[in-house]
């Protein structure tokens, strides 16, 4: 059975656990082949070439932006790798070859960086079009390092592997990214060696452009549309669970077992991402069955995420949410029977690329719920320019997510368990397929109410 499996940037750190769990778990032999994985870098790395994903800390990137000397800033990234990798010697990392390799690769980097800024300089281009290659061409800086250590490791191990570097580093043909992951794969014998590929690709549209740190993901599923395996599997180092076990307890939620794409859609649109919405649609319009499992709990099947999985129950599968959002109400008295009004706010959002997660409508006002970080000063001046009145609250936003959840009942007792709980609803909603029951709430009250909603629901 071939398989393209994924693995995670802090699985991956924990290298020790994924030989131990994942590649060699129960198998030997021919059983060990017939498997594609694709690897993100190491955990904080893309961290250290681009910026802190959560904080925004600036990394290398943010010199080059800035047009600031940056190679000290990179050679200090090589030297921290470098240190990385004696963590993997125990493993059988052959550590001066290792070295080797990212050194090169970093000063090569520095090389095509220093030729960008060069030009950027210059003033005569598009600086956009030169960050954009710039911000890739350090991305791929990451997985490139941890696939070539994965290799040197099984190599030394007496397993035969092959490493598909998809960062087209030496490669100047202008291929688009299904293009070189084609090309990549076209030769390779799948029953005879475990395939190693970089989660960066190189394309000519730009891997980053529309995915940015998504990436991983997106070459994840186009490998396995261009291979067609038998299952994709995600290695987290967590289960997808029935509630956020920091929230609620270990002890109170479940790993879900089976789900749809429509399902994991529902939860990457509140920030709890089994699999980026983008690199999943490929994989459920070519009827690619996904399995989540934990790296650390590898007897455990984990979650199949399949395209027409129905639960056979009406229970809730997944109680989630995010406090990271805000509440922007817009009233105005002339909305009342005004054909277009929405039409006209949408294309206020729409000209600052801000996407909202919830919307709820009444005669004279639109509420509409968005992320924070969108929130900028441009979009509160635009609106305020437009209407009579708009209100900006901090909240947070509850859901009862599940394949078969039209049961009835169930939104009257998820509000009388918020209500025991001392939790005012400030807006609800559900569309007509009834797959998200949607509860905005005040933002101090979000994990109240996930933990109330999973003791009545969960």
């Known amino acids: 059975m071939l398989t393209v499996e994924?693995?995670?940037?802090?699985?991956?750190t924990a290298f020790a656990d994924v030989l131990q769990n994942i590649i060699f778990h129960g198998r030997q032999g021919a059983a060990l082949y017939n498997r594609i994985f694709v690897v993100s870098a190491y955990a904080?790395?893309?961290?250290?070439?681009?910026?802190?994903?959560?904080?925004?800390?600036?990394?290398?990137y943010h010199h080059i932006t800035q047009q600031q000397e940056f190679r000290q800033a990179l050679q200090d990234v090589a030297a921290k790798?470098?240190?990385?990798?004696?963590?993997?010697?125990?493993?059988?990392?052959?550590?001066?070859?290792?070295?080797?390799?990212?050194?090169?690769?970093?000063?090569?980097?520095?090389?095509?960086?220093?030729?960008?800024?060069?030009?950027?300089?210059?003033?005569?281009?598009?600086?956009?079009?030169?960050?954009?290659?710039?911000?890739?061409?350090?991305?791929?800086?990451?997985?490139?390092?941890?696939?070539?250590?994965?290799?040197?490791?099984?190599?030394?191990?007496?397993?035969?592997a092959t490493l598909v570097d998809l960062s087209g580093f030496d490669d100047a043909q202008a291929l688009t990214i299904d293009e070189r992951i084609k090309q990549a794969f076209a030769q390779i014998d799948f029953a005879k060696t475990i395939c190693v590929a970089t989660g960066y690709t190189k394309g000519t549209e730009g891997i980053m452009r529309e995915f940015d740190r998504g990436y991983s993901?997106?070459?994840?599923?186009?490998?396995?549309?261009?291979?067609?395996?038998?299952?994709?599997?995600?290695h987290k180092e967590y289960h997808l669970c029935s509630a956020d076990p920091n929230l609620v307890g270990i002890a109170n939620c479940r790993p879900v077992g089976f789900t749809n794409y429509d399902v994991a859609d529902q939860l990457a649109d509140v920030g709890m991402e089994a699999i980026h919405p983008k690199a999943s649609k490929p994989l459920e319009?070519?009827?690619?069955?996904?399995?989540?499992?934990?790296?650390?709990?590898?007897?455990?099947?984990?979650?199949?995420?399949?395209?027409?999985?129905?639960?056979?129950?009406?229970?809730?599968?997944?109680?989630?949410?995010?406090?990271?959002?805000?509440?922007?109400?817009?009233?105005?008295?002339?909305?009342?029977?005004?054909?277009?009004?929405?039409?006209?706010?949408?294309?206020?959002?729409?000209?600052?690329?801000?996407?909202?997660?919830?919307?709820?409508?009444?005669?004279?006002s639109i509420t509409l719920l968005i992320w924070k970080k969108d929130l900028k000063p441009e979009l509160t001046a635009a609106l305020e320019a437009k209407y009579e009145k708009v209100t900006i609250e901090k909240a947070a936003m509850v859901c009862l997510i599940g394949s078969n959840i039209d049961e009835p009942g169930l939104l009257a007792r998820a509000a009388g368990a918020l209500a025991e709980a001392g939790i005012n609803i400030r807006s609800a909603g559900f569309a007509l397929r009834k797959v998200n029951i949607q509860f905005i709430v005040g933002r101090e009250d979000y994990q109240t109410a996930i933990v109330a909603l999973n003791q009545a629901l969960g």
């Open 217 to 234: 993901e997106v070459t994840f599923s186009k490998i396995a549309v261009a291979v067609r395996p038998q299952e994709a599997i995600i």
């Open 285 to 364: 319009i070519n009827a690619i069955d996904l399995r989540i499992k934990n790296t650390f709990e590898p007897e455990h099947p984990g979650t199949l995420i399949t395209r027409d999985f129905v639960s056979k129950e009406k229970h809730v599968e997944v109680i989630t949410g995010t406090d990271k959002v805000v509440l922007i109400d817009i009233y105005d008295p002339l909305m009342v029977g005004t054909a277009g009004f929405d039409l006209h706010l949408m294309q206020v959002f729409y000209d600052l690329n801000v996407s909202y997660i919830f919307k709820a409508t009444s005669a004279n």
């Open 6 to 12: 994924k693995i995670g940037g802090t699985s991956m």
């Open 81 to 160: 790798l470098q240190e990385l990798n004696k963590q993997y010697e125990p493993l059988g990392l052959d550590l001066a070859v290792a070295d080797a390799f990212i050194q090169q690769r970093i000063n090569q980097a520095q090389t095509y960086l220093e030729s960008l800024t060069n030009v950027l300089a210059s003033g005569y281009v598009n600086a956009a079009n030169i960050l954009q290659a710039a911000r890739e061409i350090l991305a791929s800086i990451g997985e490139a390092h941890s696939a070539f250590n994965s290799v040197n490791i099984l190599q030394n191990r007496g397993v035969n």
């Open 44 to 60: 904080n790395v893309t961290n250290w070439l681009l910026e802190n994903k959560k904080t925004g800390a600036p990394g290398v």
